[in-house]
C-alpha cells in the first residue's frame, strides 16, 4: 500500500485517475493525518502543486517523522520535493520558470540505481519553481541537476534511508525518459 500526502488534499480529485492507472486501484490511499499510518504500508508518496499552510506543514511534520520512524520510502513529486527539503532543514524554493530540459543525473546516487542509468537525459516539462544548489538541505544530496540552469532537480538523502525527492510530473501527461517508469515501480513495491 501506497500512502498519498497531497500538498492539498483538494488536489486528490487531479491525481485520483493517475494515480490510479500508474499504482494501481485500491493500491494507495490517502493520508491526512499520522493516526491513518497502520505500519504495514510501504511508502509515502509526496505530491502536489501547492504550498502548505501552517497547519498542513504541522501535519506533514507528523505524517513524515512517523513514515521515517517506519522506515517506509518516502518520494516527493513536484512540491514533495520542495517539502523533504524544507523538512531537512533547507530553504524555500523561489519562483523563476525553467524550460531548460537537459538535466544530468549523478552516477552513484539512488535515482541512479532506480532508473537504471546516470548521466544525460532530457525531460519534457517546464517547471515553474526551481530549487537553488544553496538552498538544499545540508544532509541531503543533488541526485540530479539541470544542465543549463544549475538547479537541482532531484535530490535524495544521503546514507541508507530511503528518502527521494523529484521535480518531474511523474504522474502527468508528459513523457518521461526511459526507466523514469522504474520510479513507480520503486514506490509501489
Known sequence: MVLVFFT???????????LNINLGVGKW???????????????L???????????????????????????LKIIGVDHGMFLINEI??????????????EIFIGLGTKLASIIGGSGNVK????RLNNLKINSKADNLMISAMNH?????????????????GILWPLFGENKLPKGFENIVKYIVD
Do not use: H, W
Open 148 to 164: 543549463e540552469k544549475g538547479f537541482i532537480e532531484a535530490i535524495e538523502v544521503k546514507g541508507e534511508e530511503e528518502i527521494l
Open 29 to 43: 490511499k490517502s493520508v491526512n493525518n499520522q493516526s491513518t499510518i497502520l505500519g504495514s504500508e510501504n511508502s
Open 123 to 126: 525531460v519534457s516539462s517546464s
Open 88 to 101: 531537512f532543514g533547507g530553504e524555500k524554493y523561489f519562483n523563476k520558470v525553467c524550460t531548460s530540459n
Open 45 to 71: 508518496l509526496v505530491i502536489g502543486k501547492s504550498d502548505l499552510s501552517q497547519e498542513r506543514k504541522m501535519t506533514f511534520q507528523e505524517v513524515f517523522n512517523k513514515a521515517r520512524k517506519l522506515k
Open 8 to 18: 492539498d488534499p483538494n488536489e486528490k480529485i487531479d491525481y485520483n485517475e493517475s
